[in-house]
């Protein structure tokens, strides 16, 4: 319940404080061409229930249709806004409104495809049985996953062998122990993560 509530309070005041800068990413992704301004991502979340999962539109129209699901720094498919949309992660920030619907929560394991759900094994669906959310300890281990495709001739199969292992055990490790000052703490790292990400 406190969980719950926590998601709804942060939210809802993260998009009210949050609103111009939503108003002048939209403009800058509108000022690059036509195209929806937000990405509805279809993804597998509590009970492997699809849902779509908001972002600000990061790359060209149609680029789910032409090329693998992942995406290293250097895709062409991203677009200039794109680009540093994803690196200071803002292009997550729609997803502010999944967790007010109560399809996602803050803290959670990160919502996946389903080509990739439908790899776990019996123990790893464990990982559907709690809200996805925003952030998790594999994000803080993996905050910049583009750098690692990066050169991938086939960026989904470095995905699976060098990511997901990881990504899971780390998602399995947060369902398996987590609690609402572990999920404070969470919130934190990832704070201090994206803002200190580039210093060495």
Request: no cysteine.
């Amino acid at each position: 319940m406190i969980t719950r509530l926590f998601d709804i309070f942060v939210s809802f005041i993260g998009i009210v404080i949050l609103s111009p800068l939503f108003f002048i990413i939209l403009v800058l992704i509108r000022s690059e061409g036509e195209g929806p301004l937000l990405y509805k991502a279809q993804r597998v979340g509590k009970n492997g229930k699809t849902f779509s999962m908001f972002k600000f539109r990061t790359m060209v129209v149609g680029a789910d249709l032409n090329g693998p699901s992942s995406a290293s720094t250097s895709d062409i498919r991203i677009t200039r806004t794109g680009k540093f949309l994803r690196k200071y992660k803002l292009d997550e920030l729609p997803q502010l409104i999944n967790v007010l619907t109560g399809q996602m929560s803050i803290v959670g394991p990160r919502p996946e495809i389903k080509k990739f759900t439908d790899l776990f094994t019996y123990n790893e669906r464990k990982i559907l049985s709690v809200k996805p959310g925003i952030t998790d300890w594999a994000s803080i281990w993996n905050s910049n996953e583009g750098q690692i495709l990066e050169g991938a001739e086939d960026p989904d199969k470095v995905y699976v062998e060098r990511i997901r292992p990881e990504k899971i055990r780390l998602q399995l490790q947060y369902v398996e122990n987590h609690n609402f000052f572990i999920d404070l703490k969470i919130v934190i790292l990832t704070i201090k993560k994206i803002i200190f990400r580039n210093v060495k």
